[in-house]
């Protein structure tokens, strides 16, 4: 069985941004991209579970970058299952540059949904200790739980969601949510700074023609902001996101 998979990925112009560096978008595709072909190559992908009503829903993702490939630069993504729980599943990855040197990283956590009543699947019935890659270090730990925001304090704008931000299960992709929260910045900081790690939880579902409220609080100016992405209703938050800028 194959336990860790390497996949290739050429950086194409319309992935990058103005600086001609990938974005954070385009490189979370790949990552996405490199769990599928992975899963699909190990018969417990998307494919397959959707034949019996289930699908992976993505929970929680952390991506941490030290560098930033340019367009048209050769990368690697390697990725392994780092455990199996009850519940959630958690994946790894690393960012390799042409040379196969690590430059940056991603963790994950997956849980498996019964697509009809939209609750989560006993993993054990489908995966099990021969999936997990054992003892192999990783360079991104285990993404990290954000806080909610200081509502009172928070920086507001709403949006209502449109066709382009959905997915095949119609609500909206778990990068879309990525795209949401850096168009929050002004090109400024784009200019003047990195962004070094990004950690998200995914808390609910959202859907089309749905109203939501994006909600950004500054921890450090510059440095390290926390954002929220809620319904507009106050039913709840939807995602939040901590953001740690070099």
Known sequence: ???????????????????????????????????????????????????????????????????????????????????????????????????????GGASSSWAMIDLATRKPVFLKEYLSDEHVVHGKTSLVAQPEKVPPLQLEIAERRNYQVVYSDLDIMRHVNSIRYIQWMMDLYPLSLFEEKRLARIDINYMAETVFGEEVEFRKEAREEGREYLVEIGTASGAGPVCRGRMRWA
């Open 1 to 103: 069985m194959e336990h860790i998979g390497l996949y290739p990925f050429i950086v194409q112009p319309y992935q990058v941004d103005f600086q001609q560096k990938i974005t954070l978008m385009g490189l979370g595709h790949y990552l996405l991209e490199s769990a599928g072909i992975h899963a699909d190559h190990r018969e417990f992908g998307l494919r397959d579970l959707m034949k019996t009503g289930k699908a992976w829903f993505l929970t929680r993702l952390a991506i941490q970058m030290d560098v930033y490939p340019l367009q048209y630069e050769k990368i690697w993504v390697e990725t392994w299952v780092k455990d199996v729980g009850e519940v959630f599943s958690s994946r790894n990855f690393h960012v390799l540059n042409e040379k196969k040197e690590v430059i």
